[in-house]
């Protein structure tokens, strides 16, 4: 079942219930490992990702247990540092385990986490950050080798407000001796909630939701319950794909306050996004209206919903821009999008040209990454005739359904 059919050209109704986020469970899976007793998360997601990481934690010796409304994990018998060699390549999210774990361990070993296609995934803030915390890396036959006789608070200041190298730097700071401060902290949604969780354990973290953290170490933090939220980024997608496929919809539990940047280019593109207290309902408009756009760290334009942007202008009334301001190779998906009679220009690695047309036809696909693939999915919906994704394990990997959802707004798609 590597495969999704779509047969497009059907304006969706309906309402879906939003999963949980990928981005905010996986550093708090990777934080259950620094209470050493037992702790519960709710409503995260049944996701690729998310059983990767959860294969990690087993291999550390945790246990985990997955019950209806969420998973159970007891870190208590956790004693070393050493990732199974083939947990971790090709799973960036695997790289907060290192702060996590030099936090509970005083060595961690690791393959270097994967770069994928979307760029080359440095992970030099990471280790500028931690080494200021007193961890010594050393390169151990393609291995990354972390070690901490005394892990430190300190003063650090990230030059680019990174997403894992801030929950590195928390997951550290709340187990080193003494106070961190982190300057130039990234502001995603995923890092309050990690505060939120970590707090709900015991920890003190001052200037949550700032630029600007100081992350109090030292104390003693215990087994908590804790609820994810909703996915924004799935939730954007299936807003996005009304926005190309047409039709009204209501995406049930999505995270408002997270989500304004999303919203207000929707309204741009000729939608209408009404909010209320059961989530975001949008109403497409006949053709998108052309767009610029540039992705930016948060609260800016998203750069997980980049593509799934693209795809939908290609039927835009007009020629739109759109400029990927995080990764250096997020434009994937041109050539499938081609196949499908969209009229793309890529100008360089950063900046892409599209020239809405009336239509796109179907035709068979590929997905290479995550996002990329959901907005090949988008562009079958909005295709007329029938298109095959292929590759679809890259979207099972951050989205835990997105065939039963979109046919839940009455697409006609099926995993095949
Ligand atoms: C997180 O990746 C997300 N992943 C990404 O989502 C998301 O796109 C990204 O943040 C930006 O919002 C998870 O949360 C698991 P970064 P992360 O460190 O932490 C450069 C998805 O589809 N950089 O903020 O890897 C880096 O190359 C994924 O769900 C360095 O140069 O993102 C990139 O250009 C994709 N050196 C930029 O910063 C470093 O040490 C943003 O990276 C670290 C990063």
Redesign the pocket.
């Known amino acids: 079942m590597d495969s999704i059919r779509i047969q497009g050209g059907i304006a969706l109704q309906g309402k879906v219930r939003i999963q949980g986020s990928?981005?905010a469970s996986?550093p708090i899976l990777a934080a259950t490992l620094l209470v050493g007793e037992r702790s519960f998360i709710r409503n995260c997601p049944r996701i690729a990702d998310v059983h990767s990481m959860v294969s990690l934690l087993k291999s550390l010796g945790c246990s985990v247990c997955w019950q209806e409304t969420g998973i159970a994990i007891d870190s208590s018998k956790v004693r070393r540092g050493e990732m199974p060699e083939d947990a971790v390549t090709g799973m960036?999210?695997s790289l907060c385990l290192l702060g996590a774990l030099i936090g509970r361990c005083s060595e961690v070993v690791m393959e270097h986490p994967g770069g994928c296609v979307?760029?080359?995934?440095?992970?030099?803030?990471?280790l500028y950050a931690l080494g200021q915390m007193g961890v010594e890396f050393a390169e151990e036959s393609g291995r990354l080798r972390a070690e901490a006789s005394r892990l430190h608070g300190a003063y650090i200041r990230l030059p680019?407000?990174?997403?894992?190298?801030t929950?590195n730097v928390i997951l550290a700071g709340v187990m080193a001796e003494g106070d961190t401060v982190l300057e130039g902290a990234?502001l995603?949604p995923?890092i309050l909630t990690l505060c939120r969780f970590l707090e709900n354990c015991g920890a003190c973290i001052e200037g949550v939701g700032t630029g600007r953290l100081v992350i109090r170490g030292g104390r003693r933090l215990y087994g908590t319950d804790f609820t994810v939220p909703a996915d924004r980024?799935v939730a954007g997608t299936y807003l996005f794909g009304c926005m190309g496929a047409g039709g009204c919809v209501l995406l049930e539990q999505a995270p408002i306050e997270e989500m304004y940047a999303v919203m207000d280019l929707a309204v741009q593109m000729g939608g209408k996004v009404y909010t209320s207290p059961e989530g975001i309902c949008v109403q497409a408009p006949v053709r998108p209206d052309p767009v610029r756009v540039s992705t930016k760290?948060?609260p800016g334009f998203?750069?997980?919903l980049q593509s799934v942007v693209l795809a939908v202008e290609t039927v835009g009334r007009g020629c739109s821009y759109i400029e990927e301001g995080?990764?250096?190779n997020r434009f994937r998906i041109l050539g499938d999008l081609c196949k499908m009679g969209a009229q793309l220009r890529q100008r360089d690695s950063r900046n892409v040209t599209v020239r809405g047309v009336a239509s796109l036809h179907g035709a068979c696909v590929e997905a290479k990454e995550?996002?990329g693939g959901a907005a090949l999915v988008v562009a079958g919906l909005m295709a007329q005739g029938e298109t095959f994704v292929r590759g679809c394990a890259y979207i099972y990997r951050?989205y835990e359904n997105i065939c039963r959802d979109f046919r839940e707004l009455g697409a006609r798609v099926t995993s095949v």
């Open positions: 990928k981005n996986l960036r999210s979307i760029g080359e995934r440095p992970i030099d803030l990471h680019f407000p990174s997403v894992g190298a929950e990234a995603e995923e980024i760290p948060y998203p750069t997980d995080i990764f250096e995550l996002r951050g």
